[in-house]
C-alpha cells in the first residue's frame, strides 16, 4: 500500500484554512491512518473513533506542521499519540468496577461460514493476536514497515528510534510472528 505524499499546495491551503484541501488530506490519508489504528486496538469502532480524533487534532494543529516534516509522518505521530492516551485510559477504565451496570455476555449468533471464509477470518485473528502480543515499539515497526510500507526514514522520523533499533526491533517482530503464526498454519497443513 504505498503511497505518494500529497502535493505541498494542499498543505499549504490547508494550514491557511482551507476546508476543501483539508479535506483532501483526510481522503488521501483517512484509510491508511484507520488501519494503521486498527492494528494496534483491533477494534474497528474504536479504530474509527480514534481516526477522527486524530483528524481533529491535525485539523487544530496544521499550522504548527513544520516544512520539513513530511504530512504522513506528522499524521502517523498523532495517530500513534491517540492510540497510547486511549490505551492508557482503558486501562485506568479497566481498573474500575461498575456496581450498577449489568453483565453482559454479548453473544450474537452467527451462520455457518463458508470453510475458505472460516479459515481466512482464523488466520486473521490468528495474525491480529500475535500483533497485539508484540510489545509497543515491535508492533509499531512491524505495523509502518509491513503494513504501511513506510521507510526505515520515516519511522525513525515518527517514532524517534534510531534506523538500527528499527532494524532490530522489526527482525525480532518477525521471529515473533513467525512463532505465533507457524502453529496455525501447521494445523491447516493436514
Avoid at 4 to 20: L, Y
Avoid at 39 to 63: I, K
Avoid at 79 to 91: I, K, L, P, W
Avoid at 130 to 139: M, P
Amino acid at each position: 500500500m504505498s503511497f505518494a505524499e500529497i502535493a505541498p499546495g494542499v498543505v499549504t491551503r490547508a494550514k491557511a484554512g482551507d476546508e476543501e484541501a483539508f479535506h483532501l488530506i483526510f481522503n488521501r490519508y483517512g484509510r491508511p491512518v484507520l488501519s494503521f489504528i486498527h492494528n494496534h486496538v483491533q477494534n474497528r469502532e474504536l479504530a474509527e473513533e480514534l481516526a477522527q480524533e486524530t483528524f481533529v487534532r491535525a485539523y487544530r494543529n496544521l499550522p504548527a506542521l513544520r516544512e520539513e516534516l513530511r504530512l504522513s509522518t506528522w499524521l502517523f505521530g498523532i495517530a500513534r499519540n491517540v492510540v497510547r492516551e486511549a490505551s492508557r485510559q482503558t486501562r485506568r477504565d479497566e481498573r474500575k468496577v461498575g456496581l450498577d451496570e449489568p453483565v453482559s455476555l454479548g453473544l450474537e449468533a452467527q451462520g455457518i461460514l463458508p470453510e475458505g471464509a472460516m479459515l481466512d477470518r482464523e488466520l486473521t485473528e490468528t495474525i491480529q493476536k500475535a500483533l497485539l502480543s508484540l510489545d509497543e515499539d515491535k508492533r509499531m515497526v512491524f505495523s509502518l514497515k509491513i503494513f504501511h510500507e513506510k521507510s526505515y526514514e520515516e519511522i525513525s522520523a515518527l517514532t524517534g528510534h534510531s534506523i538500527g533499533k528499527l532494524k532490530t526491533d522489526l527482525h525480532r517482530a518477525r521471529l515473533e510472528m513467525r512463532k505465533r503464526i507457524a502453529p496455525y498454519l501447521a494445523a491447516q497443513e493436514f
